[in-house]
T-cell receptor
Framework: GAVVSQHPSWVICKSGTSVKIECRSLDFQATTMFWYRQFPKQSLMLMATSNEGSKATYEQGVEKDKFLINHASLTLSTLTVTSAHPEDSSFYIC????????????FGPGTRLTVL | AQSVAQPEDQVNVAEGNPLTVKCTYSVSGNPYLFWYVQYPNRGLQFLLKYITGDNLVKGSYGFEAEFNKSQTSFHLKKPSALVSDSALYFCAVRPRVESNYQLIWGAGTKLIIKP
């Protein structure tokens, strides 16, 4: 149980294009989802917290107009990288919170974005 | 400021030997404590968590962690290491008083198990 999927697992795009990444909780409902970015050999950097039916809360320094987050349902959140540039190349990971004692976060497998 | 420390960037252990990956935290109250593992180019997998009760928590793949309140530590352990345990391990903490479910992350420890 508590499986989170991400699609696509990797994507290569041209500079200036937009890329959408989907995050789904497959066997549970997640009122809260998180989007992280991970640079090589580094820990996770929280980008935003997404609650179903409301606007995402972005961390300081994260451009909300560049990284659009939509949490349309209790099982789906999307991250759209708009007008992508090479510096946006990174490993993006989502997680979904399973409510209960401790509210464990379960993570997707990640999406490797490469912007040429 | 609240923080989580994993003092070792890398831990090397021979296969079959016991392993310990250290984690200490500076977070107010009695936080929830988590360990996650990350294999190359993959997302994170939940290993175990401490909520309350017994200080020794057992988790996936034979791992366990010991909570020490006085030392504010939550070290990850395994009695006998396997080569397949080689991965990146993250300790994370969530304050009980927070309502946004965010985790405070350690920097990660690379565990290398040598045959």
């Amino acid at each position: 149980g508590a499986v989170v999927s991400q699609h696509p697992s990797w994507v290569i795009c041209k500079s200036g294009t937009s890329v959408k990444i989907e995050c789904r909780s497959l066997d549970f409902q997640a009122t809260t989802m998180f989007w992280y970015r991970q640079f090589p050999k580094q820990s996770l950097m929280l980008m935003a917290t997404s609650n179903e039916g409301s606007k995402a809360t972005y961390e300081q320094g994260v451009e909300k107009d560049k990284f659009l987050i939509n949490h349309a349902s209790l099982t789906l959140s999307t991250l759209t990288v708009t007008s992508a540039h090479p510096e946006d190349s990174s490993f993006y990971i989502c997680s979904a919170s399973l409510q209960g004692a401790g509210d464990t976060q379960y993570f997707g497998p990640g999406t490797r974005l490469t912007v040429l | 400021a609240q923080s989580v420390a994993q003092p070792e960037d890398q831990v090397n252990v021979a296969e079959g030997n016991p392993l310990t990956v250290k984690c200490t935290y500076s977070v107010s109250g009695n936080p929830y404590l988590f360990w996650y593992v990350q294999y190359p180019n993959r997302g994170l997998q939940f290993l175990l968590k401490y909520i309350t009760g017994d200080n020794l928590v057992k988790g996936s793949y034979g791992f366990e962690a010991e909570f020490n309140k006085s030392q504010t530590s939550f070290h990850l352990k395994k009695p006998s290491a396997l080569v397949s345990d080689s991965a990146l391990y993250f300790c994370a903490v969530r304050p009980r008083v927070e309502s946004n479910y965010q985790l405070i992350w350690g920097a990660g420890t690379k565990l290398i198990i040598k045959p």
